[in-house]
Nanobody, 128 residues
Framework: QVQLVESGGGLVQTGGSLRLSCAAS?????????KAWFRQAPGKEREFVAA????????YYADSVKGRFTISRDNARGTDHLQMNSLKPEDTAVYYC????????????????????WGQGTQVTVSS
């Protein structure tokens, strides 16, 4: 089992920044993985935001956040961050961290059904 704990959400004004973190732990955690962020706004379907693959596997972004959001890993194994800059009201949503204990192929990283573990979600609210 893998446990995911998100942190860093909050309320920010348009143009502001937030950094979300997702800490993964568990006995089955491997060094080969895919980690992603999805978000869901009220009344809307869940949508892909960003993903990163282990071992130099690259990072991937939704067109709506490209150039504003950056997903990264830090030296602590299993902890990833989503740096969100130039936030807009349409970024308001609950953000979920997700994890799969293998490297997904590129065409699959944007599909939520391919991830086995999910965090509890953290609210991001951008005021206009």
């Amino acid at each position: 089992q893998v446990q995911l704990v998100e942190s860093g959400g909050g309320l920010v004004q348009t143009g502001g920044s937030l950094r979300l973190s997702c800490a993964a732990s568990g006995s089955t955690l491997s060094n080969t993985y895919t980690k992603a962020w999805f978000r869901q706004a009220p009344g809307k379907e869940r949508e892909f935001v960003a993903a990163i693959r282990s071992s130099g596997g690259g990072s991937y972004y939704a067109d709506s956040v490209k150039g504003r959001f950056t997903i990264s890993r830090d030296n602590a194994r299993g902890t990833d961050h989503l740096q969100m800059n130039s936030l807009k009201p349409e970024d308001t949503a609950v953000y979920y961290c997700s994890f799969r204990n293998s490297r997904l192929i590129v065409s699959a990283v944007r599909v939520g059904d391919h991830y086995d573990y999910w965090g509890q979600g953290t609210q991001v609210t951008v005021s206009s």
